[in-house]
């Protein structure tokens, strides 16, 4: 008995951080699939590549992969406003964004995998920092570093994007524009220039996730996919757009995949994760934290 | 007759095939209240449209305050003084009362007239500042106008363009926001409204028109309401005896 209640204990929290850091991998689709409506399925994809820069910075030059992958951000920036800026250009102001854009960011996805493949092979790579090996030791339950690190670097993340829509006029402008951009064009505003800079954030954000990614566990160009579902899943659960939401859901679904895995094997915990899923949106149509 | 401040010259606008505004022609004086009236699928939304730079219009020329903008982008037209009040108001459903009124003042971001432009929309409603940290989703139809309105002038209109201003309201809010309009054109705005609460417009309107799906248009000044610019309270005055009077009769249908 006392010692299930242990793995139970180790479980919950390892859950806990493992959702901290599906909210990082989240957060960008939040923005861009939850307030802009574009299905940008290739965000996994740019999560790894930040994985692999961050990777770069650590064994070639011997950087931190967290501040590497800060420092990156804008470079990771200016490459989603381009992205946006073509997938606005060739789908969106034509109108057929929904299945075509769809494609484009299908493609995209393989693009950037294939690359990496081609660039740095399928083996597995990982990074070096002092928080990869130690853990803390809180009573009965251990704190591995290379799970709290992420998910408080996740944490503050999520966090400073919130500050940015909610107290920056530019912020507050992207919000607009989820909610309305027909309305915010007859303000004068430019709905592309605003969802540029919001897909930017977006991209940027991918950065630091995948910085965090490689932290947590070795990486290979193709694990992506693997986590297009898991991300779409917290994204939809969390209700579209909702920051807050996506929080809960993220740690939600990681204690709901560590339980399942300790507990039954991991082979169970897509299953369940995806279960959860649909009962949630069998009770609450619109996610946890939806539009209402 | 006042200056002209926007003129429609042969207009003419399409949806694909379906040619909606045909020849259209008419003038707003500066300072006037003007409503044009009409059923639906009449063409009164579609004119919003073609005042705003939403649709464009296939030939004819549109004229504010002297040069033509009927080739310009809607934000250049809400830059040179045209701010509209959308159909069901459109507010920012998820965003608080002061943050749908900072989107209207898009243009300026927080200049330095902000603050003074915010004042004197808490002036013209009280309401709106009690409300001004409230989601405005949650408002009820006849706040959202307030702050629909607010929003829109927050933008330092010279024209205000407002699309069925008291749609889905209670009668007692449409009293409310038809009295507000007069004071706004009392400090000076001009206002073009379309409507379809034609007792209203009526009793405020300097100048109603009316709009018909076939015919298009009345001629270009068709029923003035007072020969010469009156000042709201007075124009409002002199239309009273017709709007009581066609509110006695039956709903048309």
Known sequence: ?292 | MPEPLLTFKDVNTYYGDLHVLKDVNYTIGQGEIVSLLGGNASGKSTTMKTIMGVVRPATGSIMFDGTAIERISTAERVRRGIAPVLEARRLFPRMTVFENLEMGAYTRKRGPEFQQDLDRVYSLFPRVKERQNQISGTLSGGEQQMVAIGRALMARPRLICMDEPSMGLSPLYVEQVFQIIQEINGQGTTIFMVEQNANMALSIAIAPMCCKPEKSFCPDRPRRCGATRRSARHTSASCRSPDRHAASRPARA
């Open chain 1, 1 to 292: 008995m006392d010692l299930s209640l242990d793995l139970l204990g180790n479980a919950l929290v390892s859950g806990l951080l493992l959702g901290g850091f599906y909210a990082a991998v989240t957060i960008g689709v939040s923005i861009s699939f939850g307030m802009l409506d574009i299905v940008n399925i290739a965000h996994p994809a740019f999560v790894i590549l930040g994985s692999y820069t961050a990777y770069i910075a650590n064994s070639v030059f011997g950087f931190d992969p967290i501040l590497a992958s800060i420092v990156l951000m804008p470079a990771f920036y200016l490459l989603g406003m381009a992205i946006y800026h073509v997938y606005d250009v060739s789908f969106e102001r034509r109108g057929d964004a929904s299945i075509r854009g769809l494609a484009f960011f299908f493609g995209l996805l393989f693009i950037t995998e294939v690359t990496l493949v081609l660039v740095f092979g399928v083996d597995y790579r990982l990074v070096d920092a002092p928080y990869v090996g130690p853990s803390l030791h809180v009573g009965v339950i251990d704190l591995p570093l290379r799970l709290l690190v992420p998910c408080l670097v996740s944490l503050a993340l999520v966090g400073a994007l919130q500050l940015f829509l909610s107290y920056s006029f530019l912020g507050r402008a992207v919000q607009a524009v989820a909610q309305d951009p027909m309305a915010l064009r007859l303000m004068a505003a430019d709905p592309s220039r605003i969802k540029r800079v919001a897909f930017g954030l977006s991209i940027a954000s991918a950065s630091v996730a995948g910085a965090i990614l490689i932290i947590i566990q070795p990486v290979e160009p193709s694990i992506a996919r693997d986590y297009i579902g898991r991300i779409f899943a917290i994204c939809v659960m969390g209700g579209l757009g909702s920051f807050g939401g996506t929080i809960v859901a993220a740690m939600t679904l990681g204690i709901v995949e560590s339980l399942t895995s300790t507990f039954y094997g991991p082979s169970w915990s897509p299953a369940v994760a995806f279960g959860f899923l649909l009962i949630t949106l069998a009770v609450r149509p619109s996610g946890l934290f939806g539009r209402g």
